[in-house]
C-alpha cells in the first residue's frame, strides 16, 4: 500500500490549498482514510477523515466550515479542500489508511500512511 500527498505549498491568510493522497495497492471497499498535520512542537492533529462503507466525512472542531474532505474512487485518490487558511493551519499534512467497515469517526487507529506535505500559510 502506497499514499503520495501532493498540493502543500506556500499561501497567504486567507487563501485556499487543495491537498491529494493518490492511494494505490489499496483493494478492501472497508475503509477509513484521514488526513492530520503536525506542526513544530505540536502533536499530531486529525483534520478529518472519510469512510469508504458509506462515503460520511468528519471534521476536527478547528477546520470544520473551512476544510472539505472528498474522495474520486476512479482515481483512487482523497482530496482536502482547504479554505480560509490562517497561519496556525502551518504544519505538514499526511494522509493515512486502514481497514475499518463503518463511519467516518476521528478515533481509527492508521496502518498506512504517506510521507507529508508542507503546507505553510503567511499572514
Known amino acids: 500500500v502506497q499514499l503520495v500527498e501532493s498540493g502543500g505549498g506556500l499561501v497567504q491568510a486567507g487563501g485556499s490549498l487543495r491537498l491529494s493522497c493518490a492511494v494505490s495497492?489499496?483493494?478492501?471497499?472497508?475503509?477509513?482514510i484521514a488526513w492530520f498535520r503536525q506542526a513544530p512542537g505540536k502533536e499530531r492533529e486529525e483534520v478529518s477523515c472519510?469512510?469508504?462503507?458509506?462515503?460520511?466525512?468528519a471534521y476536527a472542531d478547528s477546520v470544520k466550515g473551512r476544510f472539505t474532505i472528498s474522495s474520486d474512487n476512479r482515481k483512487n485518490t482523497v482530496y482536502l479542500q482547504m479554505n480560509s487558511l490562517k497561519p496556525e493551519d502551518t504544519a505538514v499534512y499526511s494522509c493515512?489508511?486502514?481497514?475499518?467497515?463503518?463511519?467516518?469517526?476521528?478515533?481509527?487507529?492508521?496502518?498506512?500512511w504517506g510521507q507529508g506535505t508542507q503546507v505553510t500559510v503567511s499572514s
Open positions: 493515512a489508511a486502514t481497514v475499518v467497515a463503518g463511519p467516518a469517526l476521528l478515533f481509527y487507529t492508521y496502518d498506512y
Open positions: 495497492g489499496f483493494d478492501d471497499d472497508d475503509y477509513a
Open positions: 472519510i469512510s469508504g462503507s458509506d462515503g460520511s466525512t
